[in-house]
């Protein structure tokens, strides 16, 4: 599907850039002049829909801003996530960016209409629910969060 049909999706705007690092303390010190003062903590992500199975993680995150724009910093600790995927490719830098929806299994329905596919999937409560979707070819991941 071509960016401009993708747009015409209607997604609001972004509302985070997450990087995957290898060293959260070493990435916290060569961005947070940019995006800085960061506020970090420890996450673990229980029994969440990974690629068809069930699978759990644990994450260090940080947390700064550009405007409007928070960046987040990710470093996988243990676990499945599509944050271990992205570090055992060699990779290290932008990995998704996040569109906060009222209705995130919708959104998620209309992104696999346009190519998408979810690989990673948490229901949190009634109201809070992430996803993290992926298309061929492209090692950009859409990020949608609903939460009040």
């Avoid at 705007?13 to 060569?30: S, T």
């Avoid at 260090?60 to 570090?87: C, M, N, T, Y």
Wanted: net charge negative; charged share 30%; hydrophobic share 40%.
């Amino acid at each position: 599907m071509k960016e401009q049909q993708l747009a015409a999706l209607g997604l609001p705007a972004i509302d985070q850039i997450g990087f995957v690092v290898r060293d959260i303390d070493r990435a916290i010190a060569q961005y947070d002049a940019l995006f800085g003062p960061f506020t970090t903590m420890d996450a673990q992500v229980p029994d969440a829909d990974y690629r068809g199975g069930t699978a759990s993680c644990e994450l260090k995150l940080a947390f700064g801003r550009s405007g409007d724009v928070e960046i987040e910093l990710i470093q996988w600790v243990s676990g499945e996530s599509p944050h271990r995927e992205f570090i055992e490719r060699d990779r290290e830098g932008m990995q998704h960016l996040r569109f906060r929806v009222d209705d995130a299994d919708t959104w998620i329905a209309r992104l696999e209409a346009a190519g998408y596919q979810a690989i990673w999937y948490k229901r949190w409560s009634g109201d809070t629910v992430f996803a993290y979707l992926e298309r061929d070819d492209d090692p950009l991941l859409v990020e949608i969060l609903q939460m009040p």
